[in-house]
């Protein structure tokens, strides 16, 4: 059974950086697009940023531009996030996601078919 | 910035059909996505590519797609089908989430 399992999120002070974590199981890492899709606290979702499998391809949204960062390692099946200049805005649960290919015309056509448990940061003084 | 629009809530008797949508100028060239998320639960895909339902999801559960609105159907509404609903698509440079839409079993 596919398996995502989050980890790093806490609480940090405005302006201050963070690095999450998703391990993966049951599946063969380099071969899907991963993402980091997060959701505020009682709100909606947010894709954040997608690396396609061997890493070469990232796509990032313009709220997290500049200031996130998207890896994976596939020796550890673990794809990562690290957040710099934390806002309040970044307040949220983040979620770790597969991706597969929508076939349709955008590059950015993926949907996702598993989800991690997601982690919880919260940027506050 | 590209937009997918969903009605903020939707109520149904069980056994009833639920219908809930989702409009986004790009909708006709491009897939829609459902997902169904319940309280402090991740997500979980009920139909991609417009119409198609992964496996281990109810038929009750079905998509189509007319223009530029898709529409999740929920037929026979049971009381585990209270949750969030919400759609996502992309554009040539963003993915996108609809606000989500909140299914009411009453």
């Known amino acids: 059974q596919v398996q995502l399992v989050e980890s790093g999120g806490g609480l940090v002070k405005p302006g201050g950086s963070l690095r999450l974590s998703c391990t993966a199981s049951?599946?063969?890492?380099?071969?899907?697009?991963m993402s980091w899709i997060r959701q505020a606290p009682g709100k909606g979702l947010e894709w954040v940023s997608y690396?396609?499998?061997?890493?070469?391809?990232?796509y990032y949204a313009d709220s997290v531009k500049g200031r996130f960062t998207i890896s994976r390692d596939s020796a550890k099946n673990s794809l990562y996030v690290q957040m710099n200049s934390l806002r309040a805005e970044d307040t949220a649960v983040y979620y770790c996601?597969?991706?597969?290919?929508?076939?349709?015309?955008?590059?950015?056509?993926?949907?996702?078919?598993?989800w991690g448990q997601g982690t919880l940061v919260t940027v506050s003084s | 910035s590209y937009e997918l629009t969903q009605p903020p809530s939707v109520s149904v008797s069980p056994g009833q059909t639920a219908r809930i949508t989702c409009s986004g100028d790009?909708?006709?060239?491009?897939?829609g996505y459902w997902y169904q998320q319940k309280p402090g639960q991740a997500p979980v895909l009920v139909i991609y590519?417009?119409?198609e339902r992964p496996s281990g999801i109810p038929e009750r559960f079905s998509g189509s797609s007319s223009g530029t609105t898709v529409t999740l159907t929920i037929s026979g509404v049971q009381a585990e089908d209270e949750a969030d609903y919400y759609c996502?698509?992309?554009?040539?440079?963003?993915?996108?989430f609809g606000g989500g839409t909140k299914l009411t079993v009453l």
């Open positions: 590519k417009d119409t």
């Open positions: 690396i396609s499998g061997t890493g070469t391809t990232i």
């Open positions: 996502q698509s992309a554009d040539s440079s963003d993915v996108v």
């Open positions: 996601a597969r991706g597969v290919a929508g076939g349709g015309n955008s590059v950015l056509d993926y949907y996702f078919d598993y």
């Open positions: 790009a909708l006709p060239k491009q897939y």
């Open positions: 049951d599946f063969t890492f380099s071969d899907y697009y």
